[in-house]
């Protein structure tokens, strides 16, 4: 009887480790998955930067950071596989967080660049008339900077995160009466009426984007 009962024990440690096993693999597995269908990018949805990693990575799953930190933060910590950021614009020259970022994150490197034609437009709650401020990210402010001096010269200009970030913040504060510099995406995301098109100084503005990635 004794016998019996330690071959039993031993049929169910065996099946035990099987199956601890199994999950353990089967966990990792989705980790890995988990991980690769991750893209970040700077957020919130309707940026330039959304658009870029929308056509890089048109089957991946997209996870928007409220800066371009974050999004190395998130890659440096291994939450995400890769991210999109925007470099260089043909107007406004370098974007500076991320040429700071890519200093100080030396395990992370760029593994991939693509460059997208950029529209500036200013886009208002509708029936907006007096506007009080203009909001967007700073190169979408630079790069707009003639159109905003001839006709909005004593206007305040406010810096946000992304151009996105901007058109939502204006489309949830109406008692504000402010103004973004967006795209069209981000128009139609918040509701936003576009009063002026193309207000960029170059009609053939362009910004460079990256993808970075883990050394490791």
């Given at each position: ?11 169910i ?29 700077l ?17 991946e ?7 371009i ?6 890659v440096h ?44 437009n ?42 996105s ?52």
């Open positions: 009887m004794l016998r019996k009962n330690n071959i039993w024990r031993g049929v440690k065996y099946w035990a480790g099987i199956i601890l096993f199994c999950v353990f693999f089967y966990g990792c597995s989705l980790r890995k998955k988990s991980l690769s269908d991750k893209v970040a990018y957020g919130p949805p309707g940026s330039f930067t959304h658009l870029a990693a929308g056509k890089k990575f048109p089957a799953l997209l996870v928007f950071q409220n800066s930190e974050d999004c190395f933060i998130s910590s291994g939450k995400i596989k890769k991210a999109v950021v925007p470099l260089r614009n043909s107007i406004g020259g370098v974007v500076v967080p991320t040429q700071k970022a890519l200093k100080e994150f030396s395990d992370i490197k760029i593994e991939d660049s693509l460059e997208l034609p950029i529209s500036q200013l886009m208002v709650i509708p029936g907006t008339n007096d506007i009080k401020k203009i909001y967007s990210h700073p190169q979408a402010l630079r790069q707009s900077r003639h159109f905003i001096d001839s006709l909005y010269p004593n206007v305040p200009r406010i810096e946000y995160s992304s151009t970030a901007a058109a939502k913040w204006v489309s949830e504060h109406p008692e504000e009466k402010g103004a973004a510099i967006a795209n069209t995406e981000a128009a139609k995301l918040y509701k936003l009426k576009i009063i002026y098109t193309n207000i960029q100084e170059d009609k053939n503005n362009k910004t460079q984007f990256i993808i970075i990635s883990s050394k490791k």
